[in-house]
């Protein structure tokens, strides 16, 4: 069984940054794409970006793009999403989660293991 605890979130003013980390426990970390999603108020959980086992390769939605950084460090078994010029759209639980595959992960079904969210909010 694979843990994900996510931490980082919180409030922050429009323009601001955050730093999300995800800790993962009980699978071999290395081995498997990682992704990052959210979900805002009254919408679908959306897809954000994801990173391949080995960190060399990673993709965004196009709507953090620019702003928001996927990276991983397997020797700690912790992947991070750095948020710069955060937006209030960009309100929303976000999740970390662990892909079936070692290759970039788009979509939520390619993901077996998630964590519990940490909510970030941003003010305008």
């Known amino acids: 069984q694979v843990q994900l605890v996510e931490s980082g979130g919180g409030l922050v003013q429009a323009g601001g940054s955050l730093r999300l980390s995800c800790a993962a426990s009980g699978r071999t970390f290395s081995s498997y794409a990682m992704g990052w999603f959210r979900q805002a108020p009254g919408k679908e959980r959306e897809f954000v970006a994801t990173?391949?086992?080995?960190?060399?390769?990673?993709s965004y939605a196009d709507s953090v793009k620019g702003r928001f950084t996927i990276s991983r460090d397997n020797a700690k078994n912790t992947v991070y999403l750095q948020m710069n010029s955060l937006k209030p759209e960009d309100t929303a639980v976000y999740y970390c989660?662990?892909?079936?595959?070692?290759?970039?992960?788009?979509?939520?079904?390619?993901?077996?293991?998630w964590g519990q969210g940490t909510q970030v909010t941003v003010s305008s």
């Open positions: 989660a662990q892909s079936t595959y070692g290759s970039l992960s788009y979509y939520s079904n390619m993901y077996n293991f």
């Open positions: 990173i391949t086992w080995s960190g060399t390769t990673t």
